[in-house]
């Protein structure tokens, strides 16, 4: 299972760190990404972080402003959001995939489709104007 938490509502310019806590895998070895969806649009990659040496990606929406983060020994993903924008309004997903490469896990910050192995349940964000 996957937990998100941390999300809520915040002004512009403002801050949030979404946490996910795993249970149930061994979660050192998966690559951890966080999408999200806003009404009306499809799913979007913006972040993902590799199991064996932490390298990130983020796509160029977030990037500068969100950081991923891992913490193996508390089981946990991060997503630190900075300098937060109306348009990052969206249900926040983390994700998890142990099948695959790193470069195939990693695309999906470009827009490419690649289907994580599980899902949280998703946390709201609402960035106010």
């Known amino acids: 299972d996957l937990v998100e938490s941390g999300g809520g509502l915040v002004q512009a310019g403002g801050s949030l760190r979404l946490s996910c806590v795993a249970s149930?895998?061994?979660?050192?070895?998966?690559?951890m990404g966080w999408f999200r969806q806003a009404p009306g649009k499809e799913r979007e990659g913006i972040s993902s972080i590799n199991s064996d040496d932490d390298a990130t990606v983020y796509a160029d929406s977030v990037k500068g402003r969100f950081t991923i983060s891992r913490d193996n020994a508390k089981n946990t993903a991060y997503l630190q959001m900075n300098d937060l924008k109306p348009e990052d309004t969206a249900v926040y997903y983390c994700?998890?995939?142990?099948?695959?490469?790193?470069?195939?896990?990693?695309?999906?910050?470009?827009?490419?489709?690649?289907?994580?192995?599980?899902w949280g349940q998703g946390t709201q964000v609402t960035v106010s104007s």
């Open positions: 994700a998890a995939t142990l099948r695959g490469s790193w470069s195939l896990a990693a695309s999906v910050v470009q827009g490419h489709k690649y289907e994580y192995d599980y």
């Open positions: 149930g895998l061994p979660f050192k070895y998966y690559v």
